[in-house]
């Protein structure tokens, strides 16, 4: 939750940086930020969550969870205002997916004891 917090902290600064004189610097700093916070999360998601939700049968959910992150890496590794609005519209979107959709199915499907695993 912490996590998700803080990238959409990073999507509101992108969208608000990305109309300002600084926008390439602030593209510079959210692309670190994505590296340091983003990018583990996305990684720890990916080797833990989406495998357990693949085997109780949510291969849509799963599926659509790392066709987005595969989109949020390609943008963030694009040299554009336009990639860096994509990408904070797309980021709170996914996060908002996530909270509302991924992690509903994770507590509706994976046990008690595969959520407490997969929380340490």
Do not use: Y
Not at 27 to 36: K, L, P, Y
Request: charged share 35%; aromatic share 4%.
């Amino acid at each position: 939750s912490n996590e998700h917090h803080q990238g959409l902290v990073l999507a509101k600064r992108a969208k608000k940086a990305a109309c300002t004189e600084d926008a390439q610097q602030a593209w510079e700093e959210i692309r670190q930020r994505f590296a340091v916070e983003m990018e583990p999360h996305f990684r720890d998601e990916e080797a833990r969550l989406l495998p357990a939700l693949e085997r109780a049968g949510e291969a849509e959910l799963v599926k659509r969870t790392l066709d987005e992150h595969i989109e949020l890496r390609r943008l963030i590794d694009e040299n554009s205002v336009e990639a860096m609005i994509r990408f904070a519209g797309l980021l709170e979107q996914h996060i908002r997916f996530e909270e509302r959709e991924l992690f509903e199915a994770a507590q509706q499907k994976l046990s008690p004891a595969e959520l407490d695993q997969l929380a340490h």
